[in-house]
């Protein structure tokens, strides 16, 4: 699946809706006015309820059957968890500049020195098992994670100084070491709360990170009816806090191992919501039908991500490194590779136009990354010790079914032959994929994670040392094993700085991405969108950017799913 391997961490926000959501279109960490998301309006602008009725069918290749595994704190299968099951405090939404909406806390407050912060929690939830949901049930999360820190995928409390969660009440009190406002996305948006009922004995409570959590229990709009390795059913959370929702009352979820398949339900109507790359789009998916639609908003990056780790004699040297960066045709891998739907990247990291006020153009273009350079690549390899008679051969894993990543792949070894370096391709099924991925059993790797309202979410994700780990230990994001403890405090000044020192303190970081050249991004990544009309409206638009829109993103998902509905329900 698109957003369980691209990922590794959940994935990105989700927004409010234009009108209502109770505190829509805050910008991010401002505070949330109260309010009941239950009055939000459908993607067409119209208020009120709709009748219940009517299944969405999702197609988005995961490139493997499905484990039936659902726990939230697992990068491999909370995909299938969040959003649909589990729900976060507070939904922030990257394509609308980080606007919030409440949804489990109706509002929170900053301390005048944004060094702790104050969640109101909603009254009247329950969880899918009828029992009540309270603030005890998010400190419990909390601290959880600080116990077991495998579950901590954000290094909340290793890295972004968090002290204490504690309660009174229905509010609930989050105290940092210092300022901690940019990390507001990752703990009110990015974590899933549990049920204290539920984690807290068996097998939930001895081994959390690899619970399967089976048959899981959330807030969400969906709970898992059945599960087997080709299909997931979602029935309509029956105890869901918002009155009237969900509409649709039942979401099929196949498993597909090729987007081929997936191409052709999406395109023949028999499925409805599709996430991945579609080649030659408009002819194959759009003109079958003038319900079919489609969008693709870029969010974050693909990259080739090489394991920095000094075991690995060859990508740890940056003279390697920098020879992938020079060889590699950027223009040419989002041509061919990407149909030109995914736009080229650049070493910097940063997203262009998304984030062009963070981008240090000069930079790249002095450094010589801006265009490829074999004769530069040949140079360094050459003093990294290999030649023709000595040639460097690397390997690098990808996920079986992903068409698109093979096309592009193939476009990399191409440009990585014209300068002498033999590479290998394996194509992976997604849990072999990220098991190597996660503890760091490989030379290569491709690879994209989520975004966030700026560079600043994607690049902590990528370097800082916090969330990586040992060799033969699972890293929560930084699985290249990229550390510098320059880096680090550059990071570690961002949450306290102003918004200017902060776009400084961003050219900074991505200085070192030139200079380090810990991954090389390759394709700008959007989320790959598709959508059909024929029954199913409220799905978000481009001029409606309530959520960030492929399935594969959460907890955005959820926010999608629970305002669609059926048409031919409402008859």
Not at 395 to 410: C, E, F, N, R
Not at 491 to 509: G, H, M
Request: proline residues 8%.
């Amino acid at each position: 699946m698109r957003g369980i391997t691209r990922i590794a961490v959940a994935a990105i926000a989700v927004g409010a809706l234009t009108a209502g959501c109770g505190g829509g279109d805050k910008p991010i960490g401002s505070g949330a006015s109260s309010g009941n998301p239950s009055s939000s309006t459908s993607s067409g602008g119209s208020t009120g309820q709709y009748k219940k009725g009517g299944t969405v069918t999702i197609a988005n290749v995961g490139g493997q059957t499905w484990p039936c595994q659902f726990n939230p704190f697992n990068p491999s299968v909370n995909g299938v968890a969040g959003g649909f099951v589990y729900e976060p405090l507070t939904f922030v939404n990257v394509l609308k500049a980080g606007a919030t909406t409440p949804m489990l806390a109706t509002d929170f407050a900053w301390s005048p020195k944004k060094d702790s912060i104050v969640f109101t929690i909603r009254d009247g939830v329950k969880w899918s098992d009828g029992q009540p949901f309270s603030a005890d049930d998010v400190v419990y999360t909390f601290n959880l994670m600080k116990a077991q820190p495998a579950l901590d995928i954000y290094a909340l409390w290793t890295g972004a100084g968090l002290t204490s969660v504690t309660a009174a009440g229905n509010k609930v009190t989050l105290k940092f070491k210092g300022a901690a406002e940019p990390y507001f996305f990752n703990f009110a948006n990015q974590v899933d709360i549990v049920p204290k009922h539920i984690w807290s004995t068996g097998e939930a409570a001895s081994k959390p990170a690899t619970w399967a959590d089976p048959k899981p229990v959330g807030t969400g709009p969906y709970t898992v009816e059945s599960c087997t390795p080709n299909n997931i059913s979602y029935a309509a959370n029956a105890n869901y806090w918002q009155p009237g929702k969900p509409y649709i009352q039942k979401v099929q979820y196949p498993a597909y191992l090729d987007n081929n398949p997936a191409n052709l339900d999406l395109a023949s109507g028999k499925a409805q919501w599709g996430g991945q790359y579609i080649p030659n789009i408009d002819k194959f998916y759009k003109s079958k039908a003038p319900e079919n639609n489609y969008w693709f908003p870029p969010t974050a990056n693909v990259a080739l991500v090489p394991n920095n780790d000094p075991s690995r004699p060859a990508t740890s040297k940056l003279a390697v490194r920098q020879a992938l960066a020079y060889a590699i045709d950027r223009e040419q891998v989002s041509k061919i590779g990407e149909s030109g739907y995914q736009p080229a990247a650049n070493q910097t990291g940063v997203v262009t136009p998304t984030f062009d006020k963070y981008f240090d153009k000069d930079a790249l273009t002095t450094a010589g990354y801006d265009k490829p350079n074999v004769d530069k690549a040949k140079q360094l390899l050459q003093s990294a010790g290999y030649s023709a008679s000595n040639p460097l051969k690397l390997s690098v894993i990808t996920v079986t079914g992903y068409t698109d990543w093979d096309a592009s792949l193939a476009v990399v070894k191409q440009n990585l032959a014209a300068v002498g370096i033999e590479l290998s391709v394996q194509d992976l099924q997604q849990q072999s994929y990220n098991q190597k991925l996660y503890t760091g059993d490989y030379d290569l790797a491709y690879s994209s994670l989520s975004g966030g309202p700026t560079p600043y979410y994607e690049l902590r994700q990528l370097l800082y040392s916090k969330n990586t780990a040992p060799i033969g230990k699972q890293a929560n994001s930084n699985y290249s094993r990229y550390s510098n403890p320059e880096v680090d405090k550059l990071f570690d000044q961002y949450a306290s700085a102003d918004p200017d020192t902060q776009v400084k303190l961003i050219k900074q970081i991505s200085s070192f991405m030139i200079k380090d050249v810990p991954l090389i991004p390759t394709t700008e990544s959007v989320d790959w969108y598709q959508y059909n009309t024929k029954d199913i409206e409220g799905w978000p638009t481009q001029d409606n950017p309530y959520a960030q829109p492929a399935p594969y993103n959460i907890p955005d998902a959820g926010q999608v799913l629970a305002n669609l509905y059926s048409k031919s329900a409402q008859k």
